[in-house]
């Protein structure tokens, strides 16, 4: 070990395991390290830059022995961006690591008996995968190593570096989005610069082009939306024109005004520039038959990965074991997708979801795919999923969960254990808040079969689906 005034290097350590947040983890003298960028088995040496009293925080400064798991990045931007952690990171080892963090939540917080855990399902496709994905613009440009500011330097339109609000890494070709959506983000950047429309400045509020979203669908449909910071026609219409001119693909071009000192738009209005203003994609049904079809607006949430949102809902329906004459309830429904996935198999569906544009969605998609068993409810769960809601709306022989991150509301998980659905499928994004609903359901539920999903290679984020029955009154 080297220390300086202002610095400690540990020389000569090997990356134990992965961890949380898509670090790597380096033990040493009884402490933890966590390190972003290296991969298990790299003999690395780690400069720390924070010290905590059980944990430290520490960046690889050589590789002095690679892992056998290591690969080459494809994306010229890693090691900078946030957005892929694990890019260098053999992707067998991805997903034995993912499996394994489903495993250790699973037992370790819930206290869960993980015996039916089954193989993680990965992704067909590890680059090229998503199929939406939200740029920034910004007047400050995260600098290299050694570059020094130039005060005519006009930013760049790429992705906030972590854990620095206000700079941008300008983005050349980002791997995860097919093209033509760096074709369409560069030619946005070299057209606002040749005509000197001016990229926003968050500190100052100053500044017009903010935000660029880019989404598309496997038939082929393209919606971009400009989010700009004032309503200046000058600016605004010639952007527009080029890109309907100049990428005939989009079938949907839409524009912003945010004028507000965030960047969240979901409670803004939407203008259709050209083509329609929604883009529609197409899911496979379950057992086979004419595809779903799913309407999705601006703000609709949608499965950024479809190709395997497909088979995450097969999962679904696979632990439902729908013989055609349940009441489902689908929690958390979102805009309906798991909601009419499961449609054609049961009697009836009920969606709860809190968010009010996504029942109109959902209620619009159930109409589209000719669905006539399927009510949506909006509002809080808490709130909604009451004894009354539920003698109103008949008692759920199926329930499926698919809550946010934070997992269920305890009053939800409650009326869950009074309601005494003869079986739950839950999905989750976040295995561990998983593992403690799934502790307090375990006081009714047997815990089946455990099916992990990988949406998002190269990130340490994994899907979960659990299997749950009410367990049989011992005589």
Known sequence: MRKTKQETIITDVEVSDAGAEGKAIVRH?????????VVPGDVIDVKIFKKKKNYAEGRAVAIKKPSPLRVDAQCTHFG????CKWQTF???????C???????????LGHIDTSGLRTICGSDN??????KLEFTFSTKRWLNDGEVRDEADPGAVGFHVPQVFDKVLPIEHCALQRDPSNQIRNAVRDFALQHSIPFYDIRNHTGFLRNLVIRNTSTGEWMVIVIVAERNDGMLMPIMEFLKETFPCITSLLYIINDKFNDSYTDLEVTTYSGQGYITEQMPRYGGGTPLQFRINPKSFYQTNSEQAFKLYS??????????????????????????????????VIGIEYVEEAIVDARLNAKLNGFDNCTFYAGDMAKVLTPDFIAANGRPEVVITDPPRAGMHEKVVEQLLAVEAPRIVYVSCNPATQARDLQMLAAKYDIGRIQPVDMFPHTQHVENVAELTLKKEKK
């Open 29 to 37: 003298d009884g402490m933890v390290i966590f390190v972003p960028f």
């Open 80 to 83: 900078i961006c946030g957005g």
């Open 90 to 96: 053999d992707y067998a080892g991805q997903l034995r």
């Open 98 to 108: 993912k499996e394994q963090q489903v495993r250790d939540n699973l037992e370790r």
């Open 126 to 131: 590890i680059f090229y995968y998503r199929n």
């Open 315 to 348: 999962f679904v329906a696979e632990f439902a074991q729908l013989r055609g004459d349940e009441n489902v309830y689908d929690l958390y429904t979102g805009t309906g997708t798991i909601a009419q996935f499961l449609a054609g198999m049961c009697r009836r």
